[in-house]
């Protein structure tokens, strides 16, 4: 059977009707709106990148670019339940990574529900550290775990 192709390009406006059906199928409540999608793929001075295999988008990652600051945000990342396990998210954050020495950040920080116990072990397992807590960060009350990445220059 022939493999379909895994590759990470920026997201296109043709892309956004789908990015908002992802993110509501993987965050819930917690889901950006149509139009923060719609201006995060489009108009932020960050970076939105979708990782396809085959002709279908398996998930994606989104970058925020502040200039008084060494640390480059990873504001979202997903991957849909049935592309899971297959180390996209690791693919998609390894892009950040090369993001950061690129803009000549020292490292990568974003914030997760210390329920997300998958996301953190992915965090903990690509060099992530806990550097603090947001209390009652997240709609259900939970709090966010803050965490930070070195970035090699
Ligand atoms: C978290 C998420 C992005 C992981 O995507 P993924 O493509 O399946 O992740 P990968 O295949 O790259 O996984 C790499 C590592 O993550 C961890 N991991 C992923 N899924 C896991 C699970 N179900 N249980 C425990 N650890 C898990 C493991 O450490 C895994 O390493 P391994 O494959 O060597 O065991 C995905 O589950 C997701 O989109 N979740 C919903 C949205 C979300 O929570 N995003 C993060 C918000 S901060």
Same mark, same amino acid.
């Given at each position: 059977?022939?493999?379909?192709?895994?590759?990470? $390009?920026?997201?296109?406006?043709?892309?956004? @009707? &789908?990015?908002? $059906?992802?993110?509501?199928?993987?965050?819930?409540?917690?889901?950006?709106?149509?139009? /923060?999608?719609? +201006?995060?793929?489009?108009?932020?001075?960050?970076?939105?990148?979708?990782?396809?295999?085959? !002709?279908?988008?398996?998930?994606?990652?989104?970058?925020?670019?502040?200039?008084?600051?060494?640390?480059? $945000?990873? +504001?979202?990342?997903?991957?849909? @339940? &049935?592309?899971? %396990?297959?180390? +996209?998210?690791?693919?998609?954050?390894?892009?950040?990574?090369?993001?950061? *020495? !690129? &803009?000549?950040?020292?490292?990568?920080?974003?914030?997760?529900? !210390?329920?997300?116990?998958?996301?953190? /072990?992915?965090? *903990?397992?690509? %060099?992530?550290?806990?550097?603090?807590?947001?209390?009652?960060? +997240? $709609?259900?009350?939970?709090?966010?775990?803050?965490?930070?990445?070195?970035?090699?220059?």
């Amino acid at each position: 059977m022939e493999t379909s192709k895994v590759m990470i $390009r920026p997201a296109t406006k043709a892309d956004t @009707p &789908e990015l908002f $059906r992802i993110e509501q199928r993987c965050f819930d409540s917690e889901s950006f709106s149509r139009r /923060q999608v719609n +201006y995060l793929a489009m108009q932020s001075s960050g970076k939105f990148w979708v990782l396809t295999e085959g !002709e279908k988008i398996a998930g994606f990652i989104v970058l925020l670019q502040r200039t008084n600051t060494q640390a480059l $945000r990873v +504001y979202s990342l997903a991957v849909l @339940p &049935e592309f899971r %396990g297959k180390k +996209y998210a690791q693919q998609l954050m390894q892009k950040a990574v090369l993001q950061a *020495q !690129e &803009e000549g950040k020292d490292r990568l920080y974003l914030e997760v529900s !210390e329920h997300n116990h998958e996301a953190i /072990q992915l965090y *903990q397992k690509l %060099g992530f550290e806990l550097t603090g807590i947001r209390p009652r960060y +997240y $709609r259900d009350g939970s709090n966010a775990c803050l965490m930070e990445k070195k970035v090699e220059a």
